[in-house]
């Protein structure tokens, strides 16, 4: 049965399939041209993805251990201040315990949120990205190196107008096995712009 990382490894790829077929057609209309689809730019593009989501889904899972969105507390009846009664209140015996709904934690999920979409996360990827789709073009490191310093700042700033809510519906709404995947779908269009990045660089 496949792992949890495999499946959500497999779904980014399908999201990213489709990212890049689309802004294909988006490029040919805008150009004015007949639609040609271009397998070497379409292979690149789920490459880079099947390499990039299994370290993305660790990471994750890393800031879920390090910052739980939602903290369970399970009381202890007090037994001692009950006396007899807790046995009463158990069916006979038991310890008194109390569930508490889990309750967001808002100072885990903004550091999540700032670690991940303002700084380490956009900037390690974005950079990935580049390092990625330079090498698979067969680019000198003098060319990659270049797009690292013209491209990685406008493509951050461009997620920012996306990616802080993104993070923070999947920070605080969405189960860790799940983000990578919601943030894939969610990253759909986001796809369709890296894309037409990965043409021009």
């Known amino acids: 049965m496949p792992s949890q990382m495999t499946k959500a490894t ?7 399939s489709a990212s890049n077929i689309l802004a294909q057609f988006l490029e040919a209309y805008r150009d004015s041209r007949p639609f040609v689809f271009d397998v070497a730019s379409f292979l690149r593009f789920v490459a880079v993805t099947f390499i990039t989501a299994p ?10 251990r ?23 209140a158990t069916g006979g015996g038991g310890e008194v315990t109390a569930q508490q709904k889990p309750k967001l934690n ?18 390690f990827n974005t950079a990935a990205f580049f390092i ?58 986001w796809g369709i712009y890296m894309s037409l990045v990965a043409s021009r660089v």
């Open 10 to 16: 497999l779904a980014a790829a399908g999201l990213s």
């Open 55 to 64: 370290p993305n889904y660790m990471w994750q899972q890393l800031l879920e």
């Open 66 to 88: 390090s910052f739980p969105a939602y903290e369970r507390k399970t009381l202890p009846g007090d037994v001692e201040k009950q006396g007899g009664n807790s046995q009463d």
């Open 106 to 123: 808002l100072r885990n999920t903004f550091s999540k949120w700032f670690i991940d979409c303002i700084t380490l996360g956009a900037i």
């Open 132 to 189: 990625l789709m330079g090498i698979l073009k067969g680019q000198p490191m003098a060319q990659i190196g270049y797009n690292i310093r013209t491209e990685t700042i406008p493509v951050i700033v461009a997620g920012y107008k996306i990616w802080p809510f993104a993070s923070i519906i999947s920070f605080s709404c969405v189960p860790v096995e799940r983000r990578i995947v919601f943030l894939n779908f969610v990253g759909l269009l």
